[in-house]
């Protein structure tokens, strides 16, 4: 059974960073797409960043490019999120997700229905 739990949301003010952390048990395979994504009340789930295990790229929404570094660590089964700069508009829950035995492909990574397996998710809010 695929487990993921997301921790590390929190309060923070604008301008300042946060990073993320996904626990994942249970995938199979070491070659995988993981995602980021997020959500705020009344709107649909945003992809920010994924990561392919199998060779280390990264993808990123245009709205943290340049903001956001994706992470792994396979020896510890963790995925990171870490972003700079936030603003109100990073204000939201996080949730990590994985696509087993599969790669990460530019704009489908990026999309809900890319990945099979979800957490629960972790909030963040940013004050000015």
């Known amino acids: 059974q695929v487990q993921l739990v997301e921790s590390g949301g929190g309060s923070v003010q604008a301008g300042g960073s946060l990073r993320l952390t996904c626990l994942i048990s249970?995938?199979?395979?070491?070659?995988?797409?993981l995602g980021w994504f997020r959500q705020v009340p009344g709107k649909g789930r945003e992809g920010v960043a994924a990561?392919?295990?199998?060779?280390?790229?990264?993808f990123y929404s245009d709205s943290v490019e340049g903001r956001a570094t994706a992470s792994h660590d396979a020896a510890k089964a963790t995925m990171f999120l870490q972003i700079s700069s936030l603003n109100r508009e990073d204000t939201a829950m996080y949730f990590c997700?994985?696509?087993?035995?599969?790669?990460?492909?530019?704009?489908?990574?990026?999309?809900?229905?890319?990945?099979?397996?979800w957490g629960q998710g972790t909030q963040v809010t940013v004050s000015s």
């Open positions: 249970g995938l199979r395979w070491s070659s995988n797409c």
């Open positions: 997700a994985a696509r087993e035995s599969a790669i990460c492909q530019a704009e489908l990574s990026l999309r809900e229905r890319y990945f099979d397996f």
């Open positions: 990561f392919d295990t199998g060779d280390g790229t990264t």
